[in-house]
C-alpha cells in the first residue's frame, strides 16, 4: 500500500491497520488505562464583554483559553471579584475538556433556565446584548389606575364575589 492509498482509507480502517502492525506501541497501549471522555456541561456560561455578552457554547478552543486565562490572572490578583473569576477558570476548565474532544460540535443544554441549542463554536462568537433591568420589573405586583396601592383597599371593590 502507497501513502497515498493509506491517507484515502477512512480513519477507523487506518487506525486498525496501525494497531496489527505495531507490536511495540500495542503492548504499551494495553497496559494504558482508558481515558475518560468528558460529557457536554448541562449549563451555558456567561462571558461578559464590552459589548454585551457572549456564551461559551460558541467560542472554539482557543476563545474559551484565553478567557479562562483572563479569569485567572484577575482571580490572582484578588480584589472584589476574585471568588467569583476563580469559580468562572474552574467552570471554563469544563468547557474546555469538552471543546478538545468535540471541536466542531454544537452544544444543546441549559441558558437562562431554558432549552438551547447554541451557534456552531467559532473564534469570533455573535455577542448578544444584555437584557436591560427595567424600573417597571420592580413594581408591584398591582398598582391602582390613580396611583399607589393601598393594602387596606380591596383591588376589586364593594363585590362579594370575585371576578373570575
Known amino acids: 500500500m502507497t501513502r497515498d492509498e493509506f491517507i484515502a482509507l477512512p480513519a ?52 474559551l483559553q484565553f478567557w479562562q486565562g483572563k479569569y485567572s490572572e484577575s482571580a490572582e490578583r484578588g480584589g472584589e471579584y476574585a471568588e467569583m473569576d476563580a469559580k468562572r477558570v474552574k467552570q471554563l476548565g469544563y468547557w474546555i475538556a469538552w471543546r478538545r474532544c468535540e471541536p466542531a460540535a454544537a452544544w444543546s443544554g441549559e441558558r437562562n433556565r431554558q432549552h438551547v441549542t447554541a451557534s456552531a463554536p467559532s473564534a469570533k462568537p455573535l455577542v448578544y446584548e444584555r437584557e436591560a433591568r427595567r424600573p417597571e420589573s420592580h413594581a408591584p405586583a398591582y398598582a391602582a389606575p390613580g396611583g399607589s396601592f393601598d393594602e387596606n383597599e380591596d383591588p376589586f371593590g364593594d363585590t362579594e364575589d370575585p371576578p373570575f
Request: proline share 10%.
Open 12 to 63: 477507523s480502517v487506518a487506525l486498525g491497520l496501525l494497531w496489527d502492525k505495531s507490536a511495540g506501541m500495542r503492548e504499551a497501549l494495553e497496559k494504558t488505562p482508558a481515558p475518560a471522555i468528558p460529557r457536554p456541561p448541562r449549563f451555558d456560561q456567561a462571558i461578559y464583554r464590552k459589548g454585551g455578552v457572549t456564551w461559551a457554547s460558541e467560542y472554539a478552543l482557543e476563545g
